[in-house]
């Protein structure tokens, strides 16, 4: 009767998710749809550039996204060229979008005649559309801002190229399209590679045909499940997404899930072997298991909840959607895994399936194969593993001043060769670099000719007016003037920043009132939200994880040495990091946000498999006393914490397949980082010191005096 009450759980729970899986994969496919990924909607309301862009609506009657067309001709532009650009300038609103629209429809003023460069070789275009009804979906799931680019770049291969004219989409409306298009692998390319890495690896590890097919779809379900809560909050604004955390997104899910499943799966496998039911062995096994992945889980979830104190809507939204991700991975590995285990049975493990013989993986502790020998060197050497090893983490933790983080241009963002960063570069050489994308200076009308005559004698800036057009007179609203300012730099560019950093600071001189805003100022104020983001959350996080170790271990110093283990592994990565980026692969900088991702990712998923480990090893010890039991926890967890961090680090590899400079930066600290807390920190750092530290690592519990 048992065995049939047992049976009926396990069909109820597999029904459970395969209708779950129904409803949330669809919503999994749609994610895209519900992106936000403007930097101005993620700032704070009281940052200066956002209470310019407030004001500067009763200025200009829509928010306008600008496309550049750039035409050249490196002999210099002839007569009839002009003719034929102009005869394409007026086509422009009638050029076909979808669903019977056009851009006309979507124009945010008309289409000016086109600018002349001053060395006579190149000719501009502005196309303003409507910024608000950028995301409108058109044509065959189009948004507005990637049809309007796309048809812009259709029209001209037909119309203008083959006259020798050399043409280019760029600007704000050509770099966003060209994201969309990096971004479009999200939906099927990084998961489907995600998913063959961790297949490939399980397959290696199991040796077992069966078993990874298993562990996949308990991550597919988790995805399905978390997709199918964070959908409707992204939709309805109540959380935010963009491309970037999507992307983490899923690969956070098949992570997690596959470190849980490979702790489930080796404990049960592990009781398979004392036990004859298979039910008996599952209870065990879940019953050991559940504390530390609950505990690995709830670490991570906390340290991404503590996002949501950041100032950037892009990092505070990653919090709520990545703990929606690992609560969902926490569940599928808790509920459908071993349902799918027990209904599979000891057959699920053939080749190699499990017999009642009473041999442990504790066996080998000094044995002669590879985590029988790293626990006996331990043993044997502790004190000389962990000084040896900490002195190399802080080696390479020494270069992470040279890490760079002050922020790229849009253009540098790509990893491969796209249009609008080729032609924003021809731009540059042209006309100022910062055409068609102005600072904007909101100034009250007293000080508005003071305003132009300051902004013009700042360095970088090209020119300032307070006029759309020469001869008239500037619009009030209010007792203010918007005056536009352009640059000589490009204007997502680092420098940029460092131009309007100062055109602030010498216009607080002439007033107060006085607000800089625009583009790159919204640049500026989102590198500072991130440093202080830095200062505020990084100790949060560290406060947290410490008393959930404190919380789960008992100790108030096993809790003290995982932090400051885990740091020192963090401060590791960074450096080598900077090494590699700087000298290595040549990037130009990094996000601003980096340095937080990385952390969170690192010290939250790195504690993972200090939990894993001192768990056991806190079960070893009740048993066998400490020092034994670090090494029987050590020998025994050895390699199935080893093949999570590599399933880990293979994951997160998979966000290196789209061309986004972020997303491969965040794939090669968090692989490398994690690596080397599998094989390092988690391997050889924590326990030899745990072991020097005997039992006073448990201090104050009751396992600190017991031997």
């Keep these: 009767m048992n065995r049939w009450r047992w049976r009926a759980g396990i069909a109820a729970v597999l029904i459970l998710w395969l209708v779950l899986g129904a409803v949330g994969g669809p919503a999994v496919g749609k994610l895209s749809e519900v992106q936000q990924n403007d930097n101005a909607n993620f700032l704070p309301k009281q940052a200066e550039s956002t209470l310019v862009a407030n004001e500067s609506a009763k200025f200009i009657d829509s928010e306008a996204l600008p496309y550049f067309v750039l035409l050249e001709r490196d002999s210099g532009i002839t007569a009839d060229d002009l003719d034929k650009v102009d005869a394409f300038r007026t086509r422009i609103p009638t050029l076909e979008l979808g669903d019977g629209k056009k851009v006309g429809d979507y124009l945010a003023a008309p289409v000016a005649e086109p600018i002349p460069s001053a060395d006579r070789k190149a000719l501009l275009l502005t196309v303003q559309t409507d910024g608000d009804r950028a995301d409108e979906v058109v044509g065959e799931g189009e ?102 955390s999507q992307g983490i997104l899923f690969i956070l899910v098949v992570g997690a899930a596959t470190d849980y499943s490979l702790l489930l799966v080796s404990r049960y496998k592990e009781e398979l072997h004392d036990y004859d039911s298979k039910y008996q062995a599952m209870r065990v096994a879940w019953r050991a298991s559940i504390e530390p992945i609950a505990a690995s889980a709830a670490t991570v979830i906390l340290g991404l909840l503590c996002l949501l104190l950041s100032q950037l809507g892009s990092t505070k939204g990653l919090g709520p959607v990545g703990a929606l991700g690992i609560a969902g991975a926490l569940i599928a590995s808790m509920t459908f895994l071993p349902a799918i285990l027990l209904a599979f049975g000891r057959r699920i493990f053939w080749p190699s399936i499990p017999r009642v013989d009473h041999v442990h993986s504790s066996d080998q502790v000094g044995g002669r194969r590879l985590w029988g020998r790293v626990s006996g060197l331990v043993g044997r050497r502790s004190r000389r593993v962990w000084a040896i090893t900490a002195l190399a983490l802080l080696a390479c933790a020494a270069f992470l001043p040279t890490f760079k983080a002050s922020g790229t241009s849009q253009e540098d963002l790509f990893l491969n060769k796209v249009e609008s960063v080729t032609g924003q570069e021809r731009l540059a050489k042209h ?213 999570a961090g590599v399933v880990l680090a293979a994951t997160f590899s998979a966000l290196a397949v789209l061309p986004i400079l972020f997303l491969a930066q965040i794939a090669f600290m968090v692989a490398f980082g994690v690596l080397l807390d599998t094989t390092v920190v988690r391997s050889l750092l924590v326990p030899s010191l745990a072991h020097d530290l005997g039992k006073k690592v448990w201090w104050p519990s009751k396992l600190a005096k017991e031997e």
Excluded: C, W
């Excluded at 990094?590 to 010290?603: C, E, R, S, T």
């Design 143 to 244: 948004t507005v801002l990637y049809a309007v680019a796309k048809s812009l770049r259709a029209e001209i291969k037909q119309d203008l190229t083959p006259t020798g004219l050399q043409v280019f989409v760029t600007g704000p409306g050509g770099v966003f399209a060209d994201f969309v298009v990096a971004f479009s692998g999200i939906d099927g390319i990084l998961l489907g590679v995600a998913l063959a890495v961790v297949f490939v690896i399980l397959l290696i590890v199991y040796r077992s045909p069966i078993l990874p097919v298993a562990v996949l779809l308990t991550a597919v379900f988790g995805l399905a499940l978390a997709a199918l809560v964070v959908y409707p909050l992204a939709k309805n604004g109540v959380l935010q997404l963009n491309g970037q």
């Design 431 to 643: 006309f100022d670099a910062g055409a068609g994308t102005p600072v904007q200076i909101l100034t009250p009308v007293a000080q508005a000719d003071q305003v132009v005559q300051t902004a013009t004698q700042v360095d970088g800036v090209g020119g300032a007016s307070a006029s759309a057009a020469p001869g008239v007179p500037p619009k009030v609203v209010d007792g203010k003037v918007l005056v536009q300012a352009t640059l000589k730099v490009q204007a997502d560019s680092p420098d940029a920043t460092k131009v309007v950093k100062h055109l602030r600071t010498e216009l607080d001189k002439v007033s107060p009132d006085i607000l800089v805003g625009g583009n790159t100022a919204i640049n500026l104020d989102v590198l500072d939200a991130a440093q202080r983001d830095l200062r505020v959350i990084i100790p949060t996080i560290l406060a947290v994880i410490f008393v959930v170790l404190m919380l789960l271990l008992r100790s108030l110093v096993a809790a003290i040495l995982l932090v400051i283990a885990n740091v020192l592994s963090f401060g590791a990565t960074v450096g080598v990091s900077a090494l590699m980026f700087n000298h290595v692969f040549k990037f130009p900088g990094a996000d601003p946000g980096i340095p937080l991702y990385a952390f969170v990712f690192l010290v939250a998923l790195g504690i993972d498999y200090s939990i894993f480990l001192m768990t056991r090893v806190r079960e070893e010890s009740q048993e066998h006393g400490t020092r034994p039991g670090i090494l029987v926890g050590l020998a025994v967890t050895g390699g199935v914490i080893t093949s």
